[in-house]
Nanobody, 121 residues
Framework: QVWVKESGGGLAQAGGSLRLSCEVS????????MSWYRQAPGQQRELVAD???????NYADSVKGRFTISRDNARKTARLEMNGLKAEDTAVYFC???????????????WGQGTEVTVSS
């Protein structure tokens, strides 16, 4: 079983910063891609950023230059540094990991419960 837990959400002012953290626990063979998604009220869930096991990153156009994703493979953690926050960044942020429980398995996606980010303008 694989568990994913986010932390670090909260309230920030426009132009401010927040840092989100993601911890993966449980018994697994390997964690592959780690991603952050977000869902704003009344909106569809969207990919914010992801990072491969070897550190290759991908960002949504709306956050490029403002957000930075990183990971620690040994600790099975990921982080999302959010700078220059805007009101439109207000959403629930989810950490998603692609993981293999054992080496014979295909990778499956595991989602955290989400952490709320509110940016006041």
């Amino acid at each position: 079983q694989v568990w994913v837990k986010e932390s670090g959400g909260g309230l920030a002012q426009a132009g401010g910063s927040l840092r989100l953290s993601c911890e993966v626990s449980g018994t697994m063979y390997r964690v592959n891609t780690m991603s952050w998604y977000r869902q704003a009220p009344g909106q569809q869930r969207e990919l914010v950023a992801d990072i491969s096991r070897d550190g290759a990153t991908n960002y949504a156009d709306s956050v490029k230059g403002r957000f930075t994703i990183s990971r620690d493979n040994a600790r099975k953690t990921a982080r999302l540094e959010m700078n220059g926050l805007k009101a439109e960044d207000t959403a629930v942020y989810f950490c998603v990991v692609l993981a293999m429980v054992n080496f014979r398995d295909s990778e499956l996606d595991y989602w955290g419960q989400g952490t709320e980010v509110t940016v006041s303008s």
